[in-house]
């Protein structure tokens, strides 16, 4: 039996193609969830409209600092897979769900799957950064979403084990825009500037969560805003979340399931994000990137000049990052960046799990 970990929104975006295809391909299956993400519409949403099937256990691990929820999380994954003895795990992402399965499947010598290994921001005040590097190193097998993860892992002698199949999230959005388009889902055809915003570099801190919404205000176009938990909690607890409301341009909403997602970015002419995942989605949609964390992501988009990176706290970078706004036009599909494969990044990982007999 093959056993999927996860426990935040990306990883069920990233897991529903992957369950799928190895379902197509007769494995059986079950998923652990840790709990890392509760509310309805930041997990139960994605189950119900990616076809996953429910999880046979959620360990409630959500909430409390790093250490706290890691080791809830691991403590509740030992027991579990000590039960359930599974082939192969499969991890997802860079997340302290991601950290958690990895340290406790390696140590019951379970072999172990990595989807979306190799990105690497060099910069370990990342908390991601340092999910990431023990995942990869303690994983048998390296799925990569693009070259430069491939090179990065090559870098860290890990080659052998790397594999690229592209993007799996893309796979997921592909699904989704084609199901819209088959259901000829009636869109809203306004522009807008579309904003995540959750990263903790970016909401730890009064002061810079405060020029994040000086930076919003400057853009003056309609920035919409599916608000994450923990923005909103430190919105409220820094005293911002009046002024946020009272921002003309800006409309924050509760957070959105995958399919409403897929709408917003469609019809974004500008992603305003300091999500991995969302920067990344912005090329698939045609919607160029305001980037708000100093970390180098995904590289060749960075080059050629889709995402922007700025500086909310910066007065000049707020500038040149207006400037790149006011510029930004929503991109034809034969116009956007192709740099993470071709959709079938889950096939591809089924095939080579069986070439390297992990499953
Ligand atoms: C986590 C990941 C991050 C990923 C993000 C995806 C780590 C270190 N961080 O960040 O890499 O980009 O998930 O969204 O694993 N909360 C709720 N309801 C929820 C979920 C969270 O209220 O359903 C609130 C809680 O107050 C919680 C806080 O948000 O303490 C932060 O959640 P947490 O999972 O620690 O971090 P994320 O910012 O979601
Ligand atoms: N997402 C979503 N609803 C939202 C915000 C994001 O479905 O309200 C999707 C988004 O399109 C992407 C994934 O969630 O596929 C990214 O998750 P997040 O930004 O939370 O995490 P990160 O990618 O930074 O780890």
Redesign the pocket.
């Given at each position: 039996m093959i056993m999927h970990i996860v426990g935040n929104?990306?990883q069920f975006?990233k897991l529903a193609p992957l369950y799928r295809a190895l379902e197509l391909a007769g494995y059986q299956q079950n998923i652990i969830h840790s709990g890392q993400h509760y509310d309805e519409n930041m997990s139960d949403i994605f189950f119900e409209e990616l076809g996953i099937p429910s999880p046979c256990v959620n360990l409630e691990a959500g909430g409390g600092s790093h250490a706290q929820m890691t080791a809830k999380a691991m403590t509740g994954l030992e027991e579990q897979l000590l039960k359930s003895k599974p082939e192969l795990v499969i991890l997802y992402?860079d997340t302290n769900t991601t950290l958690a399965g990895a340290v406790v499947a390696s140590k019951l010598c379970i072999p172990i799957a990595h989807v979306e290994a190799g990105p690497r921001t060099r910069d370990k005040r990342n908390p991601e950064e340092c999910n990431r590097i023990v995942t990869d190193h303690l994983s048998d097998i390296l799925f990569c979403p693009d070259s430069e993860s491939l090179a990065n892992l090559q870098g860290e002698g890990l080659g052998e084990k790397a594999y690229m199949t592209g993007d799996i999230?893309y796979d997921t959005y592909l699904s989704i825009s084609g199901r819209m388009e088959k259901d000829d889902m009636p869109e809203e055809t306004e522009e807008i500037i579309l904003m995540?915003w959750?990263r903790q570099e970016n909401t730890s801190d009064k002061k810079r969560m405060a020029c994040v919404l000086d930076l919003v205000e400057r853009l003056e176009s309609k920035v919409v805003c599916?608000l994450?938990p923990r923005t909103r909690k430190c919105l409220a607890q820094f005293g911002l979340l009046e002024r946020a409301q009272s921002i003309p341009n800006l409309e924050m909403i509760d957070?959105?399931?995958?399919v409403e997602?897929v709408k917003l970015m469609n019809r974004a002419r500008l992603i305003l994000t300091d999500?991995?995942?969302?920067s990344k989605?912005s090329s698939f949609a045609g919607a160029k990137c305001l980037f708000m964390l100093n970390l180098e992501v995904w590289k060749d988009l960075l080059r050629e000049g889709w995402i922007h990176q700025v500086n909310p706290e910066n007065a000049e970078s707020v500038e040149a990052a207006a400037a790149f706004a006011k510029k930004a036009v929503h991109v034809a599909p034969a116009q956007r960046p192709r740099y993470y494969g071709d959709g079938h990044a889950a096939e591809k990982m089924v095939q080579e799990l069986r070439r390297r007999n992990l499953i």
């Open positions: 929104r990306p975006i992402g999230m995540t959750h599916p994450h957070p959105v399931g995958y997602m999500s991995g995942g969302v989605e």
